[in-house]
Protein backbone atom coordinates (compact mmCIF):
# COMPACT_ATOMS: atom_id res chain seq x y z
CA UNK A 1 0.00 0.00 0.00
CA UNK A 2 1.49 3.18 -0.95
CA UNK A 3 1.15 6.04 1.65
CA UNK A 4 2.97 8.92 -0.84
CA UNK A 5 0.80 11.69 -1.98
CA UNK A 6 -0.76 10.88 -5.36
CA UNK A 7 2.06 13.24 -7.84
CA UNK A 8 0.47 15.91 -10.61
CA UNK A 9 2.38 15.29 -13.86
CA UNK A 10 4.47 17.88 -15.43
CA UNK A 11 2.60 18.26 -17.61
CA UNK A 12 -0.84 19.39 -16.14
CA UNK A 13 -2.15 22.82 -15.23
CA UNK A 14 -2.48 22.24 -12.00
CA UNK A 15 -4.65 24.22 -9.32
CA UNK A 16 -4.41 28.21 -9.54
CA UNK A 17 -1.82 29.55 -6.86
CA UNK A 18 -2.07 32.94 -8.07
CA UNK A 19 -4.43 34.09 -4.64
CA UNK A 20 -1.26 32.52 -2.39
CA UNK A 21 1.40 34.40 -4.77
CA UNK A 22 -0.32 37.32 -3.97
CA UNK A 23 -0.51 37.13 -0.34
CA UNK A 24 3.30 36.15 -0.49
CA UNK A 25 3.63 39.50 -2.48
CA UNK A 26 1.41 41.86 -0.11
CA UNK A 27 3.22 40.23 3.20
CA UNK A 28 6.81 40.67 1.59
CA UNK A 29 6.00 44.78 0.52
CA UNK A 30 4.26 44.89 3.74
CA UNK A 31 7.41 43.80 5.90
CA UNK A 32 9.83 45.92 3.74
CA UNK A 33 7.54 48.78 4.32
CA UNK A 34 7.62 48.32 8.09
CA UNK A 35 11.65 48.34 7.90
CA UNK A 36 11.34 51.38 5.64
CA UNK A 37 9.59 53.40 8.00
CA UNK A 38 11.36 52.57 11.48
CA UNK A 39 14.36 53.61 9.71
CA UNK A 40 13.05 57.05 8.45
CA UNK A 41 11.16 57.37 11.76
CA UNK A 42 14.65 56.85 13.77
CA UNK A 43 16.86 58.94 11.47
CA UNK A 44 14.71 61.79 10.86
CA UNK A 45 12.73 64.37 13.30
CA UNK A 46 10.15 65.27 10.87
CA UNK A 47 9.10 61.65 9.70
CA UNK A 48 9.10 60.41 13.27
CA UNK A 49 6.78 63.26 14.52
CA UNK A 50 4.21 62.83 10.93
CA UNK A 51 4.48 59.21 12.48
CA UNK A 52 3.33 59.87 15.46
CA UNK A 53 -0.63 58.95 15.27
CA UNK A 54 -0.73 57.78 19.23
CA UNK A 55 1.51 59.35 22.20
CA UNK A 56 2.49 56.74 24.25
CA UNK A 57 3.77 54.59 21.67
CA UNK A 58 5.48 57.11 19.88
CA UNK A 59 6.34 56.74 15.91
CA UNK A 60 5.70 52.86 16.34
CA UNK A 61 1.99 53.75 16.10
CA UNK A 62 1.89 55.35 12.79
CA UNK A 63 4.76 52.78 11.46
CA UNK A 64 2.73 49.97 11.52
CA UNK A 65 -0.64 51.48 10.74
CA UNK A 66 0.83 52.80 7.57
CA UNK A 67 2.73 49.76 7.06
CA UNK A 68 -0.61 47.33 7.06
CA UNK A 69 -2.75 50.23 4.72
CA UNK A 70 0.40 49.58 2.31
CA UNK A 71 0.33 45.68 3.23
CA UNK A 72 -3.93 46.02 2.00
CA UNK A 73 -3.39 48.19 -0.61
CA UNK A 74 -0.67 45.89 -2.43
CA UNK A 75 -2.83 42.91 -1.50
CA UNK A 76 -5.87 44.24 -3.31
CA UNK A 77 -3.90 45.24 -6.37
CA UNK A 78 -1.92 42.18 -6.81
CA UNK A 79 -5.01 40.30 -6.74
CA UNK A 80 -6.95 42.90 -9.19
CA UNK A 81 -9.98 43.00 -7.03
CA UNK A 82 -11.44 45.96 -8.16
CA UNK A 83 -9.43 46.23 -11.32
CA UNK A 84 -10.71 45.26 -15.11
CA UNK A 85 -8.18 42.73 -15.47
CA UNK A 86 -6.97 40.52 -12.26
CA UNK A 87 -3.10 40.26 -11.54
CA UNK A 88 -2.42 37.34 -9.90
CA UNK A 89 -6.18 36.03 -8.84
CA UNK A 90 -6.95 32.53 -10.78
CA UNK A 91 -3.65 32.65 -11.92
CA UNK A 92 -0.69 30.01 -11.97
CA UNK A 93 2.44 31.77 -11.17
CA UNK A 94 5.77 29.07 -10.72
CA UNK A 95 6.45 28.88 -7.36
CA UNK A 96 10.30 28.52 -7.24
CA UNK A 97 11.16 31.74 -8.87
CA UNK A 98 8.29 33.73 -7.12
CA UNK A 99 9.36 32.35 -3.70
CA UNK A 100 12.66 33.04 -4.37
CA UNK A 101 12.57 36.78 -5.55
Do not use: Q
Not at 10 to 27: E, Y
Not at 42 to 65: E, I
Not at 77 to 92: E, R, V
Request: net charge positive; glycine share 10%.
Amino acid sequence: MNRLAPTVPANSAGLPNGSGAAAILAAGIGSFMVAVLAIAADNSAAVKSLLNFYRPSGPLSGVTTTAVLVWLIAWEFSIGAGAAAPLLWGASTPWRSFCSA
